[in-house]
């Protein structure tokens, strides 16, 4: 079993695409270290993250970054132990969203860079279509 975890929240002034890339690099050189794997997704100021691994190194990893002054609003979607972590050989994937879109051309977009991870599954597709609601996506 894997525990996943899935927040939202809002970036904070000033803080945009450069940053999320950075937070990215060294999310994804830090987490490798600790068996934590997952995805970042963004659109504008909005955030939604997946966290994959040993549920004590994810729930710690969480309560870093909710601190994090980079963002704000921080809020748990979903937490839950899963069969196999979606996200394996992600250290920490990155996805920025650059316009207004509705679900179907998110899930497109999904599809072809996370190889139908999101699509076919439906629990990271109803945070997805959380994130979505949220951040006016849909």
Do not use: C
Request: charge should be negative; charged fraction near 30%.
């Amino acid at each position: 079993m894997v525990f996943r975890l899935i927040y939202s929240s809002k970036a904070s002034e000033g803080v945009g695409e450069s940053d999320f890339r950075t937070i990215a690099m060294f999310s994804a050189l830090n987490n490798r270290s600790r068996g934590v794997t997952g995805l970042l997704l963004t659109y504008n100021d909005e955030i939604m993250q997946v966290l994959e691994g040993e549920e004590s190194e994810v729930r710690a990893l969480y309560d870093t970054i909710a601190k994090d002054k980079r963002h704000h609003s921080v809020k748990i979607v979903t937490e839950r132990e899963v069969e196999k972590a979606e996200f394996a050989s992600w250290s920490m994937g990155y996805r920025p969203l650059e316009t207004p879109i509705d679900m179907d051309i998110f899930f497109a977009l999904s599809r072809d860079s996370l190889g139908n991870v999101i699509a076919d599954n439906s629990e990271l597709q109803d945070a997805a279509e959380s994130f979505a609601d949220k951040s006016g996506l849909s």
